[in-house]
């Protein structure tokens, strides 16, 4: 039986910048594991009036997210799912192929 994994990430809350990634804040939204770190290249920052820190990402523009998570178990297949909050509505970010372990690292 495969095991998937379902990752609802609200981007919110820029902190630490590094080179390329920026790590950001997340909401964990039904993760099966343990998310310990989310981190996202191609972010721009805003301030709000409240003082928040928001990671915007530019129409036209090819962000990577990277998810940094503990499983409890053996994983034979990781599906991604990410949401973004825009406004009051969340919305799915569209994704060319929601397998996670072709591409992960």
Same mark, same amino acid.
């Given at each position: 039986?495969?095991?998937?994994?379902?990752?609802?990430?609200?981007?919110?809350?820029?902190?630490?910048?590094? =080179?390329?990634?920026?790590?950001?804040?997340?909401?964990?939204?039904?993760?099966?594991?343990?998310?310990?770190?989310? +981190?996202?290249?191609?972010?721009?920052?805003?301030?709000?009036?409240?003082?928040?820190?928001?990671? +915007?990402?530019? &129409?036209?523009?090819?962000?990577?997210?990277?998810?940094?998570?503990?499983?409890? +178990?053996?994983?034979?297949?990781? /599906?991604?799912?990410? /949401?973004?909050?825009?406004?009051?509505?969340?919305? &799915?970010?569209?994704? =060319?192929?929601?397998?996670?372990? /072709?591409?992960?690292?």
């Amino acid at each position: 039986m495969s095991t998937s994994v379902i990752f609802l990430a609200t981007l919110f809350a820029v902190s630490y910048a590094s =080179a390329d990634f920026q790590k950001i804040g997340f909401k964990d939204c039904k993760s099966k594991f343990k998310i310990l770190d989310v +981190e996202a290249s191609g972010c721009h920052i805003k301030q709000t009036p409240n003082g928040k820190k928001l990671c +915007e990402f530019i &129409e036209g523009t090819t962000p990577r997210i990277r998810i940094k998570f503990i499983p409890d +178990e053996t994983v034979t297949s990781l /599906k991604t799912q990410i /949401k973004a909050k825009i406004g009051q509505t969340f919305l &799915e970010f569209p994704m =060319a192929d929601a397998d996670a372990c /072709k591409y992960g690292g």
